[in-house]
């Protein structure tokens, strides 16, 4: 199992990202998928998921700035960040929905938002 994500960088608030994570060693097309966020002294944490249907969900943080699609046939998932604030600042990892399940991690891609 691979999971390389891509995208990252140093914004300004307000300005926008997409992060793209691409896959390979699961099914994807049938896989739940998910970004998740860790902040500095931060435990990781659900931002968006996808399930295979394309049925999206988003923490509270995320709504209305954030969205989550996939491409089935790149198998890869993606997260368009909007409207990006300083407490978006953090490394981003996709992954399934349970991650205990999938058991590995890819090495995240840094996202900094400035002030």
């Known amino acids: 199992v691979q999971l390389v994500e891509s995208g990252g960088g140093l914004v300004h608030a307000g300005e926008s990202l997409t992060l793209s994570c691409t896959t390979s060693?699961?099914?994807?097309?049938?896989?739940?998928m998910a970004w998740y966020r860790q902040a500095p002294g931060e435990q990781r944490e659900l931002v968006a998921v996808?399930?295979?249907?394309?049925?999206?969900n988003y923490a509270d943080s995320a709504k209305g700035r954030f969205t989550i699609y996939r491409d089935n046939a790149k198998k890869t998932v993606y997260l368009q960040m909007n409207n990006l604030k300083p407490e978006d600042t953090g490394v981003y990892f996709c992954?399934?929905?349970?991650?205990?399940?999938?058991?590995?991690w890819g090495q995240g891609t840094q996202v900094t938002v400035s002030s």
């Open positions: 996808i399930n295979s249907v394309h049925k999206t």
């Open positions: 060693g699961i099914v994807f097309r049938i896989a739940n």
């Open positions: 992954n399934t929905d349970s991650p205990e399940q999938l058991g590995t």
